[in-house]
């Protein structure tokens, strides 16, 4: 079955650590997205990427790095700058990338900070 | 500034009771619109969605949708609620030729038997 994977579902670090979390789609998608969800305030975009080898900020990217070498897999990587990291984190897809199809969802990543 | 406005934090119903879920958007053109469902610690599943045409769109699990572009609302409606419909909704929104998706806060829907 075609979906998005998120991986590790749970996740705790240390402060000073960086984290990658990992999000593969096998949906042929050409968009793939991270958010970050806490209580209250739904889900915000941290960034965003369109096309192999290229990505944007969306409105929360400080403390946070993404890549886009292949067109499965988008990697979020949640930095010691970071100020309060502890969340949980949704991967997601759609297409087409120009508008119109809705995103797809993976399971989450509930990153803890000790 | 464009915004996505879920007055509802909370809403408690009946089971077999009616349910109406409200959402308000800002935005200079009539976007896509969406209603996602979310149970906790799960990814967001699409419930229904709007791009043009019929006003009124049906989508999974009994639910429905109604856009009303003077009132700029797209408000998710359920006849006769269940059980296993409790769970966090979220109204999202994105303009045409755009890749940013804009979410509300979500309610949180609890089913009282």
């Known amino acids: 079955d075609g979906g998005i994977t998120q991986s590790p579902k749970y996740l705790f670090r240390k402060e000073g650590q960086n984290v990658t979390l990992s999000c593969e789609q096998n949906?042929?998608?050409?968009?793939m997205y991270w958010y970050r969800q806490d209580p209250g305030q739904g889900l915000r975009l941290i960034y965003y990427?369109?096309?192999?080898?290229?990505?944007q900020k969306g409105d929360i990217a400080e403390g946070y790095s993404v890549s886009r070498e292949k067109k499965e897999s988008f990697p979020l990587t949640v930095t010691s700058a970071q100020k309060n990291p502890t969340a949980f984190y949704l991967c997601?897809?759609?297409?087409?990338?120009?508008?119109?199809?809705?995103?797809?969802f993976g399971e989450g990543s509930r990153l803890t900070v000790l | 500034a464009q915004s996505v406005t879920q007055p509802d934090i909370h809403i408690t119903v009946s089971e077999g009771a009616s349910l109406e879920l409200r959402c308000n958007y800002s935005?200079?053109?009539?976007?896509?619109l969406f209603w996602y469902v979310q149970s906790p610690g799960q990814g967001l599943q699409l419930l229904l969605k709007?791009?043009?045409?019929?006003?009124l769109v049906q989508g999974i699990k009994g639910f429905e949708a109604e856009f009303k572009r003077s009132q700029s609302s797209f408000n998710l409606r359920k006849p006769s609620v269940h059980w296993s419909d409790a769970a966090e909704y979220f109204c999202?929104?994105?303009?045409?030729?755009?890749?940013?998706?804009?979410f509300g806060s979500g309610t949180k829907l609890n089913v009282k038997p």
């Open positions: 997601a897809s759609s297409s087409p990338s120009g508008g119109g199809g809705e995103l797809f």
């Open positions: 949906l042929n998608h050409d968009a």
């Open positions: 990427s369109q096309i192999v080898n290229d990505f």
């Open positions: 935005y200079g053109a009539t976007p896509y």
């Open positions: 709007y791009f043009s045409g019929d006003t």
């Open positions: 999202a929104v994105v303009l045409y030729n755009f890749n940013k998706f804009y």
